[in-house]
C-alpha cells in the first residue's frame, strides 16, 4: 500500500510540475497579460474603452485596460508620477518632441511595425518610428450655418481679420434676435483646465497661419528666444478679438463641457475647437450644418485650416508586455475591426492611407475636404519644450483674457515668455 501511495503521490508531482511548466511557457509566450495604456483624449473614452474591451475578448491571453486623464488636466505630470511609483503604462502619450525628450529613454522603436508602411504621420527621430499616428485632426473656428445664415453672414467671407470683427459685431447687434448669448465659444482659463484651446491651438496660428505647411521658422526661431513682434501683433488683435466677442463666463470659468455645450444647444455662432467635437456633437443630438471658417489673424487673406497628427501612442521598452502593446497599436490599424474603431466608433479621420472608411462628422468631414484642397497650415505646438503650453503660455491668455483692451502687456508677456524658450 505505501508503495501504491508513493508511486501515486510522484505522478501527482510530476502532473504539477508539468502543467506549471507549460503556464510558465505560456506566460513567457505572452499569455495571461494585462496591457496597460494611459491616454489624453477625453473625447473617445468610451469609444476606446470599448474597443480594447472588444480586442481582449477576442486576444486569448490578453487584456488591455485603458485610463484616460485628458480635457486640460496634467498628463505630464500624471505620467511623471507613474514613473516615480515605478507603474509606468505599456502604452502611453507624447504630442511631440517636448514629449519625447522627456520620455525618450522608456520609447521603444517602431521601426518594422505593419502599419508603418501605410501612413506618413508616424512619429520620427533621426529617420525611425517612434511613434503611432493617433488620427489626422485639425481645426479653424467652427461655425453654426444657420444662425450665421440668419445673420447675413457669408462664411466663405471670413478670410481677413476686418471681416471676423465685422460678423462679431453684426451678431452682437443681434444677440436677442439669433437667441444667442455671444458671438463666440472660446475658453482659456487655467484653472479651469482650459489653457490648451489658447495657449496651444490658437498660438499654432502664429507659429505657421498663412504659411507653407512645412514651414516651422516661426517656431524655431522662438526656440532661440526669438519674437517675429510685427506678425505677433498682428495675431494679438485677432486674440483680442475672439476675447472680446466671447461667452465671459466661458472664457474666464468654463470648462470644456461649457465651452462644447454652449455651441451644439445653438448659443454661440462660433466654437473654437477642433474635428475631435464630433462625437460630441453627436450625443448631443446637434442637427444644424456646421463648417470651419479660417483663423485669419491678419487682413491678407488666408484660407487655410489647420491640420496635424495631434499625438502619438508610444510603447514603453522597458515593459515585458511590449510585444503585446505593439500588437494592440497593429491590429487598430490594420484590423476591420480597429479601423472601425478609429473611424466610425471614435469619429476620427485616420492617419492609415489604406482605410477606405470616412467619418460621419460634419466637422471631419469639412477637414477632409480642407485637406483634398490643400493650401493648409501646420500645427508645430508639440516642437515646444514640455510644459511651456500650459505653465508659460497658458497663465498669459489667462491674464489677456480678464482684460483684453491691454494688448501691450499681452505682447510684452509673450515676448518675455518667448525668449526664456532656450532656457526651459
Known amino acids: 500500500m505505501k508503495k501504491i501511495m508513493l508511486f501515486l503521490l510522484m505522478v501527482l ?21 494585462t496591457v496597460t495604456m494611459f491616454q489624453l483624449k477625453v473625447e473617445i473614452k468610451d469609444a476606446l474603452d470599448a474597443y480594447a474591451a472588444q480586442y481582449s475578448a477576442a486576444t486569448p491571453g490578453v487584456t488591455v485596460k485603458v485610463e484616460t486623464l485628458g480635457g486640460g488636466a496634467d498628463f505630464g505630470g500624471a505620467l511623471k508620477a507613474k514613473a516615480q511609483a515605478d507603474d509606468m503604462p505599456d502604452i502611453f502619450q507624447i504630442e511631440g518632441l517636448g514629449g519625447y525628450n522627456v520620455w525618450k529613454d522608456y520609447i521603444a522603436s517602431l521601426e518594422g511595425e505593419s502599419w508603418l508602411k501605410d501612413t506618413d504621420l508616424a512619429f520620427m527621430v533621426d529617420g525611425k518610428a517612434y511613434g503611432f499616428p493617433v488620427a489626422i485632426e485639425g481645426y479653424g473656428l467652427a461655425y453654426n450655418a444657420d444662425i450665421l445664415a440668419k445673420a447675413g453672414i457669408d462664411p ?36 479651469g483646465g482650459m489653457w490648451w484651446v489658447a495657449a496651444q491651438h490658437n498660438l499654432a496660428a502664429y507659429w505657421g497661419g498663412g504659411l507653407a505647411f512645412t514651414d516651422t521658422h516661426v517656431i524655431e526661431d522662438a526656440l532661440k528666444g526669438k519674437m517675429d513682434e510685427p506678425r505677433f501683433r498682428e495675431y494679438a488683435k485677432y486674440v483680442q478679438l475672439l476675447f472680446k466677442y466671447a461667452d465671459q463666463n466661458i472664457l474666464l470659468n468654463g470648462s470644456y463641457d461649457d465651452q462644447v455645450g454652449s455651441f451644439a444647444q445653438g448659443r454661440t455662432a462660433f466654437l473654437h475647437q477642433g474635428n475631435w467635437v464630433d462625437p460630441n456633437m453627436k450625443q448631443l443630438g446637434v442637427a444644424f450644418k456646421m463648417g470651419y471658417a479660417p483663423h485669419a489673424f491678419t487682413n491678407t487673406p488666408q484660407k487655410g485650416l489647420y491640420l496635424f497628427a495631434p499625438s502619438w501612442y508610444v510603447v514603453n521598452g522597458m515593459s515585458p508586455r511590449a510585444e503585446q502593446a505593439k500588437a494592440f497599436l497593429a491590429a487598430m490599424a490594420t484590423t476591420p475591426e480597429g479601423q472601425d474603431y478609429i473611424v466610425n466608433k471614435a469619429g476620427m479621420i485616420p492617419a492609415f492611407k489604406s482605410v477606405t472608411l470616412k467619418p460621419s462628422g460634419q466637422l471631419s468631414q469639412a477637414l477632409m475636404a480642407a485637406n483634398a484642397r490643400g493650401g493648409n497650415y501646420g500645427v508645430f505646438f508639440g516642437m515646444l519644450p514640455d510644459g511651456a503650453g500650459q505653465n508659460v503660455f497658458g497663465p498669459i491668455y489667462d491674464l489677456f483674457a480678464q482684460n483684453p483692451d491691454n494688448i501691450d502687456q499681452f505682447v510684452a508677456d509673450m515676448k518675455d515668455a518667448i525668449a526664456g524658450l532656450p532656457n526651459m
Open 156 to 191: 466663405a467671407s471670413l478670410t481677413t481679420r476686418d471681416a471676423y470683427e465685422k460678423a462679431f459685431k453684426t451678431l452682437d447687434a443681434k444677440k436677442a434676435e439669433l437667441g444667442i448669448d455671444a458671438p463666440v465659444a472660446m475658453a482659456a482659463s487655467v484653472a
Open 13 to 33: 508531482m510530476t502532473v504539477t510540475v508539468t502543467a506549471n511548466g507549460k503556464k510558465d511557457a505560456a506566460a513567457a509566450a505572452g499569455g495571461d497579460v
